[in-house]
């Protein structure tokens, strides 16, 4: 059996809300590539029972890293946390229902997320992909965790990285990951986001990493590329 999330923690945010939701669901198929069609093509059924509810929707396929062999993520997120948990009513509608029923025989939900935006990045147009780096930690000092992570941006920057973005995302219910954060770390291409580990040995990189040691404690981290599906104006 295999894996895909619907996992609107990685990824993504907007800036017109200080606390955007991210909504994540974890489920196993033995036909992923299926799946990805069936979700693709189900996007104007959603977008119109989610409404205002969400901003945007997409996958993330993971190339290393994550629980499962061959595990994807479907990420949706919201434009306040108070958006993702006011429309209980969207699994229940009739046409959401229908398209699911497409799919059901072929999938079994596993995990449930639901996360909080801390530090956004911008979200792709409808169609793009880029490469992401996440890494789930605790942490004591999300301030901290913030500032460590906006001072690696600017570092990179100055280092030839400009188009490199880091987002961090915090767990609001997520069971087993309880009061954890999320860092990701996003590039335009798996090339890019290579070419910056590649810098790991380098002084600046040394240094900025030196920091986050007594911030927080790694959990479990997975590279990824995630596609933007659709995009609520």
């Known amino acids: 059996?295999?894996?895909?999330?619907?996992?609107?923690?990685?990824?993504?945010?907007?800036?017109?809300?200080?606390?955007?939701?991210?909504?994540?669901?974890?489920?196993?198929?033995?036909?992923?590539?299926?799946?990805?069609?069936?979700?693709t093509e189900s996007q104007p059924v959603f977008q119109k029972a989610q409404g205002?509810?969400?901003?945007?929707?997409?996958?993330c396929s993971p190339s290393a890293g994550g629980v499962y062999t061959n595990e994807h993520y479907v990420w949706t997120i919201a434009p306040s946390i108070s958006a993702m948990m006011s429309n209980p009513e969207f699994f229940t509608d009739k046409n959401v229902?229908?398209?699911?029923?497409?799919?059901?025989?072929?999938?079994?939900?596993?995990?449930?997320?639901?996360?909080?935006?801390?530090?956004?990045?911008?979200?792709g147009l409808v169609g793009e992909t880029n490469a992401q780096y996440n890494l789930i930690s605790s942490t004591n000092d999300i301030n901290g965790y913030v500032a460590g992570l906006t001072?690696?941006?600017?570092?990179a920057a100055e280092n030839g990285f400009g188009d490199i973005s880091v987002a961090l995302f915090g767990s609001l219910?997520?069971?087993?990951?309880?009061?954890?954060?999320?860092?990701?770390?996003?590039?335009?291409?798996s090339e890019r986001l290579g070419a910056f580990f590649d810098e790991r040995q380098s002084a600046w990189m040394n240094e900025v990493l030196s920091e986050f040691n007594s911030i927080r404690t790694p959990v479990m981290d997975f590279m990824m590329q995630c596609t933007t599906l659709s995009i609520n104006n």
């Not at 991210?22 to 033995?30: E, R, Y």
């Not at 205002?52 to 996958?59: F, L, M, T, V, W």
């Open 97 to 123: 229902v229908k398209a699911i029923r497409k799919i059901s025989n072929k999938r079994e939900v596993v995990r449930r997320d639901l996360m909080y935006v801390i530090k956004s990045t911008d979200i």
């Open 52 to 59: 205002d509810s969400a901003a945007a929707q997409g996958i």
């Open 151 to 155: 001072a690696m941006e600017k570092a």
């Open 1 to 39: 059996m295999k894996i895909l999330s619907i996992i609107t923690f990685l990824l993504i945010s907007t800036s017109a809300y200080a606390l955007q939701g991210l909504n994540v669901i974890t489920i196993t198929t033995d036909d992923p590539q299926g799946y990805v069609e069936w979700l």
């Open 173 to 189: 219910a997520g069971g087993d990951r309880a009061l954890t954060v999320m860092a990701s770390v996003q590039a335009p291409t």
